[in-house]
């Protein structure tokens, strides 16, 4: 086995000029510190299995990510056109009983959060980037990361084995409140429940080992030159959404833990003296609240780790695009960063109408108003960036401005809830649907898509149909946008959610033709998708070429030796950085950007401010 | 560790090198091993974990209308005839402080390159661990035997039974992890895995190093940790 | 081009839709207008930064959209702009937090006159308890409940004996009265809502836990169970009838109260039934206690 640890792509050791700094002929304008470590030796796989299945390289394990997030993320979204489907057409088809909604519902929610989301930014563009964009070969530990996306597979083939089950997957509801959870009258609370849990404790577990990854890359294993504040926002949004990872899944894990006793062997944890269907239940003494606290104690950050991430990549997609400079870099930092630590003061601000004690419903709702600001100061940038800019209106900008609208739309709605008396009417209604699609289940999508426009070329080398793309994107936010806008409205006059059936009440009944608009929507939307896939296919065969970063971006992932990007990333030498990577159309510069590794002796003559 | 030296870049003390060290490049803790790094941030998310369990302990201890059992009655070891209160946890945490003793010198003869020394003192360590272990499952048997079980308590509230179990059973599994990595270790150490500018071993295919001694070294250390404020949870309160 | 205008017309149509919608709120029937008029002002101050952001954005993209010649300018910062657009935004939420914060602390302080309810929940359906003259309510565990003794009442606390046992899903209300709606449940969680009082609260099996509002408006309204409690949680709800003091005193008279219900019964076995239950209270670890 040895011979492949041999020195053979040429890399394995700088060069002593490289170690030592910049050779005497570059003036000192260019200098930058030497390297403090030797080359990361890699493993390179020789056989199909090391070099594709079981592979160490960050960015085959980022598709890898990707690929198996969009599968869920499909099943998630076959899910969502069934619950559409009796929402809006009850009776319609005739199998959907109350028992398979639910069952519909949770494991769509949870599917799309978790699973879909989550997987999707971290493991996927996580993966494939952060060693890209800080100027690294790889991951620090590329055999970690190798497990933690077997782990992550693992995880969803638990999960998909839930349906199949004996009295199918759980139908708790993505937040597993008990007592209902785990005892009869909910769907699926014997083996689907049990399974749920397992998934979630390995999908913990796995995306701690790619989470270290992901940290210890950033802070540990940056090119030459390449500062903290130098990172691209896509790094900073995807780093600083894995610390909160890292320190909101123990709350998982550990509720993940306690339910599995509870259910398995009976202890009360979370089960207080229950009576059912006439007879005392064998539990006691426990805290259903205890188990909400440690739920939002990971959910709430939960929502933000798949926020962050977004925010981070439509910075750099809307400064690309628009040809402009961010507005604000250092202050986009410290939102991401702020936003991060916040959200860990938020949580209860699910639970103001949970039965805990109300006068905690004070602190938190002003914590979680707080958070607006920070946010806010993000959306102020995003559209400051496009002001005096050069705005390229391709399928990738369209993207983000349909991230725009609806980002601030859901954080908008998100503001009333906060406010914890208005949060009081509105409260498990169709406005928190509303709100969290808006905001999550859009927001962050329309994000992926643009990324996936964006870095197509990058990762095979062709360019995605932009005819295609626009039709895709006008499907997408015109129709997603007409289901979750006037979903608002369902909550106003009160109809709660996770409701199998809702005509029986006067003032429902009059929203029996919007529910069944939102649901036509929602078919729409669904088969919009099936534009990118086609779109995908046809360009993998026939698509034209793309040539060397085709975006005229300056982060470091356009510019390796080779497009897509050989495993080591950068050829035979690291590149060294020189700038931050928003330097766009500088005055006095004969392009419209000057790429991070171009050295400031060749730019001489341009306004630079920051390097 | 010993201050590295880097070219370049000079390290300050305190605040100030703090800040300097985070707006430079390349790396954020200068000198530091990634696995060292990986560690510490490993760590915090397990103090999370655990910090979630004894929270919940708290609450439910709190919260639990039934009297919570007395500990020092409950945890008695009988010696020479007289029940002596925490006698077995005391024993215990000894056991396990001194491996954590004996790791410390691990790593020192470590860097030393003293591979004998090196390789015995990380034996002794699991050893340790292994008492600590077989200490706890004696202590298990105890409590069943009594009738304490995960879901009931004939001395008082279930729930003691319940936290008892899942918490002492959570670290328990953590020593017990550390332990099979201590043997692992040894053996790599005696085999000289980590001389000479290191060899390819399994597992991870990296080239090994002294630093990994260190590194378990730190889970080790945190595990001890952990049991302090496990045995102050439930055996001092 | 074409993006900006599409942008403006869901922009538009969104305002249009909001203004003519046929949905909106149901009648408020209870005294918690300050939630409505938060509402409304969070709704102004949201929807005005909402479609302030967009126009602003849909103009960029008309003014600014791609020009080979043009330039783009290059600021990476502005620090009075930054600073000016952080105040302003802190004044806004300052300006939403207080009016909410405000009749939150009216919403947990409940008014020395209102009356008790005790709502019990159990999957999937409502029954409800009121005091009887001594205006208190007798304390509950869930172990005692049985066909005898439906709400759990313990037999030996004096105040418990006339207390109003409404044991249908419909309870009725005075008008202009405030009432203080204790929950309970006897197995999952559950939520007592009636849209048209605005006001919900999670009844937690275990704890028992509470809200109150005043209804003002007569009629009948439904209640839906607004926490998921399991495959019937959409079919579990309820009716709520707010009457005039006189129509609610008579109806008042008309229902039976627990010692009505314990005469009903033979008294030796109901002796026996007490001892017995006596002994497994001691057993099981249960408080509920208000
Ligand atoms: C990506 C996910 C995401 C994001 C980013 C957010 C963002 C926010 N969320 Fe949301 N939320 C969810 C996902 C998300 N949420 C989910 C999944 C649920 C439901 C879970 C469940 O129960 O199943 C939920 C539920 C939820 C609730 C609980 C509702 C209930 O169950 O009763 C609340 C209450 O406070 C809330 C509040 C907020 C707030 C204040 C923000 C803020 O961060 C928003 C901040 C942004 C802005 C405010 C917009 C930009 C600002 C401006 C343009 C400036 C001007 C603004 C003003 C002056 C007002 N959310
Ligand atoms: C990211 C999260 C996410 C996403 C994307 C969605 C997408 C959708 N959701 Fe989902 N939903 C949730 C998270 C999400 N949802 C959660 C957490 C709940 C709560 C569950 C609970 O109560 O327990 C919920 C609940 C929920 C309900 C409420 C059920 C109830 O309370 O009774 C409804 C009802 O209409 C609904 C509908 C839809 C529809 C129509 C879509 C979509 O069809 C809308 C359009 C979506 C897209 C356009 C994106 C699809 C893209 C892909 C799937 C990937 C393809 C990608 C590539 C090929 C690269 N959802
Ligand atoms: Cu009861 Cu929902
Ligand atoms: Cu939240």
Known sequence: MSDEYENKSGYQAQSSETLTGSAGSTPDIDYVRPAELPEQDLYHGHTFITKWVFCQDAKVIGVQYFLTAVFTGIVGLILSWLMRLQLGFPGLAGFITAEHYYQFVTMHGMIMVVYFLTALFLGGFGNYLIPLMVGARDMVFPYVNMLSFWMFFVAVAVLMASFFVPGGPTGAGWTLYPPQTILEGTPGSGMGILLMLVSLALFVIGFTMGGLNYMITVLQARTRGMTLMRMPLTVWGIFTATVLAMLAFPALLVSAIMMTLDKVIGTSFFMPTILKAGEVLEYGGGSPILFQHLFWFFGHPEVYIVALPAFGIVSDLISVH???????????????????????????????????????????????????????????????????????????????LGFIVTFVNGGITGIFLGNVSVDVPLSDTYFVVAHFHMVMGIAPVMVIMGAVYHWFPLITGRLLNETLGKWHFWATFLGAYSIYFPMHYLGFIGVPRRYYEMYDSPYMTSAVGMNEFISLAAFLVGAAQFILIFNIIKTLKTGKPAPKNPWKANSLEWHTSTQPPEHGNFGERLPVVHRWPYDFSVPGAKDDFIPQTTPPSEVVHTKVEKT | M?????????????????????????TMFKGVHWGKAMMWIFLLSDTFVFSCFLIAYMKGRGSTPVEWP????VFALEAFGVPVPLLLIALMTFVLITSSGTMALAVKYGYEKNRKMCGWLVLATAIGGLTFVGMQAYEWSKLIHEGVRPWENPFGAAQFGSFFFMITGFHGTHVSIGVIFLFIYAYKVFAGHYENGGKRGWFTTMKGDYVEIEILGLYWHFVDLVWVFIFAFFYLW | MHAGIIFFLVILGSILFHIFTPWYWTDIASNWKGM????????????????????????????????????AEYKPEDKKLEKILTVATTLGVAALLAPGLIIWNQYVNVPKNSIEIDVMAWQWGWQYRLPGNDGKLGTTKVVNINDDNPFGINLDDPYGRDDVMVQSDIINLENNRPVKILLRSVDVLHNWYVPQFRAKMDAVPGVVTYYWFEPNKVGEYEVLCAEYC???????????????PNSYQQWLGEQETFSDLLAKQNKEIETKKVAKNNSKIEKVIYKEEK
């Open chain 1, 322 to 400: 628009a040809r402009k400079n961010i507005f604000g870099y250092r202050m986009m930092v410290w939102a991401i960063v702020g936003i991060g630590a916040l959200s860990f003061f938020v949580w209860a601000h699910h639970m103001y109408v949970s039965g805990m004690n109300p006068w905690f419903g004070f602190f938190f709702a002003t914590t979680t108003l707080i958070i607006a600001v920070p946010t806010a100061m993000k959306v102020y940038n995003w559209i400051l960036t496009l002001w005096r800019g050069n705005i390229r209106i391709n399928t990738v900008m369209l993207w983000c």
């Open chain 2, 2 to 26: 010993s201050d590295p030296k880097i070219d370049g870049f000079e390290l300050k003390p305190g605040f100030r090198g703090m800040a300097s060290d985070t707006g430079s490049d390349q």
């Open chain 2, 70 to 73: 007395n500990p020092s009655e």
């Open chain 3, 36 to 71: 409505d008029d938060t509402i409304t002002l969070t709704f102004w101050v949201g929807g005005g930064v909402f479609v302030a952001v967009c126009l602003f954005m849909i103009y960029c993209v008309f003014k600014y959209s791609y020009k080979e010649d043009r330039k």
């Open chain 3, 230 to 244: 399991g495959v019937g949680h959409y079919a579990m709800r309820g009716g709520v009838e707010v009457q005039d």
